[in-house]
């Protein structure tokens, strides 16, 4: 029967499997090579215990829509999701737009699915602690009062924490070197962004304006501390990136079911509401590759697409 599997798991259930069937004449001679997983996977963005409650939950959904066993495979930073999914360890991968980008280049084939509602308008907003002086800048032009500031970026492959915050800044006429310290910081993630800024370590920083709007709603922020100064335009970001594989893997038309399976995601089921509530989204919708041409182009220009 198919299941949810943990990595833990998954590998002592292969070791009894192969001890148990070569000691039993008429047992099952099922290998670990023919049992097939989805492995799904997302770049670390945020904390890993919500991490592990989001995608464990999608992992039941999944298994319940597609009826195949499915297992959730953390990775420890932005490069090494698009380096698993370029070798075949995952198979389907939540990337932000830019680590998407790199991932499709580094695996012909490989097919955009969804995105949230969200994420064909996405923003990032840049916070400033309290003591900085920042005020709220009206016009993308007063962005000029950040030069000399000690800034704080999340991943360095992050789309909302650095790609498009650094593309709009250089729109406005400021480089990476005008910042204090000739550069900005990496915080690694976006709560990690939150941190920095709200203890002083940085006195402004840059970051997914919906992972901003749930820390303040679960009540991480201390707004006598830490404020939005600016939001960006919007841009394209997050989406669900397939290996071009799947369907010789798993039977065709399997690539398909998976994007019904995320695209039927509904907030009037148990599950379906945890799940697209902590992706922060009513639901998923189509997204295609050419839907990131922009994204390619800014990474490009910014030296993160070679």
Same mark, same amino acid.
């Given at each position: =029967? ?46 890993? *215990?919500? !991490? ?39 198979? !389907?991968? @939540?990337? #932000? ?32 602690? #309290? ?19 000690? =800034?704080?970026?999340?991943? *360095? ?5 650095? !790609? ?23 915080? #690694? ?22 992972? /901003?709007?749930?820390?303040?709603? *679960? ?10 100064? /600016? ?8 989406? @669900? ?10 039977? *065709? ?22 799940? !697209?509530?902590?992706? #922060? ?26």
């Amino acid at each position: =029967m198919p299941r949810r599997v943990q990595p833990a798991v998954m590998v002592a259930g292969f070791i009894s499997a192969l001890t148990f069937g070569s000691s039993v004449v008429g047992c099952s001679s099922t290998t670990p090579s023919s049992i097939q997983v989805l492995k799904i996977g997302a770049i670390p963005d945020q904390n890993p *215990e919500r !991490l592990n409650r989001l995608y464990e939950a999608l992992s039941d959904e999944l298994l319940a829509s597609l009826d195949i066993d499915v297992q959730y495979v953390p990775v420890s930073n932005y490069a090494a999701a698009v380096s698993a999914f370029r070798s075949g360890s995952l198979d !389907l991968v @939540w990337f #932000g737009g830019l680590t998407g980008v790199q991932a499709r280049l580094q695996t012909p084939g490989a097919t955009v699915l969804a995105q949230r509602d969200i994420d064909a308008e996405f923003t990032s907003v840049f916070i400033a602690n #309290g003591a900085s002086g920042l005020r709220p800048i009206t016009s993308a032009d007063q962005l000029v009062q950040l030069k000399g500031r000690r =800034m704080a970026f999340g991943s *360095e492959s992050s789309t909302s924490g650095r !790609l498009m915050p650094q593309f709009f800044l250089g729109e406005n006429g400021i480089t990476m070197t005008d910042l204090a310290g000739g550069g900005p910081g990496f915080s #690694g993630s976006h709560d990690a962004t939150i941190a920095v800024v709200q203890s002083g370590a940085y006195e402004v920083g840059a970051l997914n304006a919906q992972v /901003w709007q749930s820390n303040v709603d *679960e009540g991480r922020v201390d707004s006598e501390k830490v404020v939005v100064i /600016w939001r960006t335009p919007p841009y394209v970001d997050y989406h @669900w990136l397939a290996r071009p594989d799947l369907d010789a893997r798993f039977g *065709e038309g399997f690539t398909g079911r998976v994007q019904n399976a995320l695209l039927s995601l509904s907030p009037t089921t148990e599950r379906g509401a945890v799940v !697209l509530e902590l992706f #922060g989204a009513k639901r998923f919708i189509p997204a295609q590759n050419k839907d990131y041409s922009k994204i390619e182009a800014v990474g490009r220009q910014l030296g993160k697409i070679r």
